[in-house]
Nanobody
Framework: VQLAESGGASVQIGGSLELSCSIS????????MAWYRQRPGKEREEVVL???????TYEVFAEGRFTASMDDAKNVLFLRMNSLTLEDTAMYYC?????????????WGQGTQVTVSP
């Protein structure tokens, strides 16, 4: 099973990006998934958690600006990010809970870099 993120880029403040996370080997929608990010010099932090019912829970900084969605047919998880700020500069990762069924993430992608500039 592999996760592969894409869509990271350099954008200006206020811009938008859509990240993608494709998964091979399992059916995405049956597992708890998440987007995480790691900002420079900071610990990795959760952005949004999507449970196995498809319900999303966002961190405060993401609420109202970021939207997670899933294309079941293509087995792809998306993260749409709007109104980007300098503080959103980070490596973004998708994660999957393939074993615990308790949203404990055991499978990670390699990350995709998002850089927001003035």
């Amino acid at each position: 099973v592999q996760l592969a993120e894409s869509g990271g880029a350099s954008v200006q403040i206020g811009g938008s990006l859509e990240l993608s996370c494709s998964i091979s080997g399992v059916t995405l929608s049956t597992y708890c998934m998440a987007w995480y990010r790691q900002r420079p010099g900071k610990e990795r932090e959760e952005v949004v958690l999507i449970n196995d019912l498809g319900e999303s829970t966002y961190e405060v900084f993401a609420e109202g600006r970021f939207t997670a969605s899933m294309d079941d047919a293509k087995n792809v998880l998306f993260l749409r990010m709007n109104s980007l700020t300098l503080e959103d500069t980070a490596m973004y990762y998708c994660a999957a809970d393939l074993m615990s069924r308790s949203c404990v993430f055991d499978t990670w992608g390699q990350g995709t870099q998002v850089t927001v500039s003035p």
